[in-house]
């Protein structure tokens, strides 16, 4: 078993740090079949970490991709830079994090 899996499913960012490491573009992956990926997850770890470029910039995959996690018993992390989240409404930040263990802010 793994402690952890990163996954990072976007490089897109809504920032162009010049020290960043992730690769320029707006790639991210299929939605289906990233919302799959808890179901293979569960059988070789029990904590899944979410990163990228920015994940916010997509909630409701983030959301949906929890929720699965949770279902299946693992823990889900998510890094994020934080300045969309800033814009939200409580109850948006709720749903956001309902099903997230930890949030961490990159203070690059």
């Known amino acids: 078993m793994y402690r952890v899996v990163s996954i ?7 920032f162009n740090c010049p020290f960043c490491y992730r690769e320029k573009g707006k790639e991210t992956m299929d ?4 919302l799959e990926l808890p179901r293979f997850l569960k059988d070789i ?7 990228g470029g920015e994940p916010t910039l997509y909630p409701e995959m983030v959301e949906r991709f929890a929720k699965e996690c949770n279902e299946y018993d693992l ?3 998510l890094t994020t830079n934080g300045y969309l ?6 109850e948006k ?3 956001f994090t309902e099903n997230l263990t930890m949030v961490s802010v990159s203070m690059d």
């Open 8 to 14: 990072h499913f976007t490089n897109n960012c809504n």
């Open 31 to 34: 939605e289906e079949l990233f």
């Open 45 to 51: 770890t029990e904590q899944v970490a979410l990163g």
């Open 75 to 77: 823990t889900c992390n």
């Open 85 to 90: 989240i800033k814009d939200w409404s409580d």
């Open 93 to 95: 930040v709720e749903r």
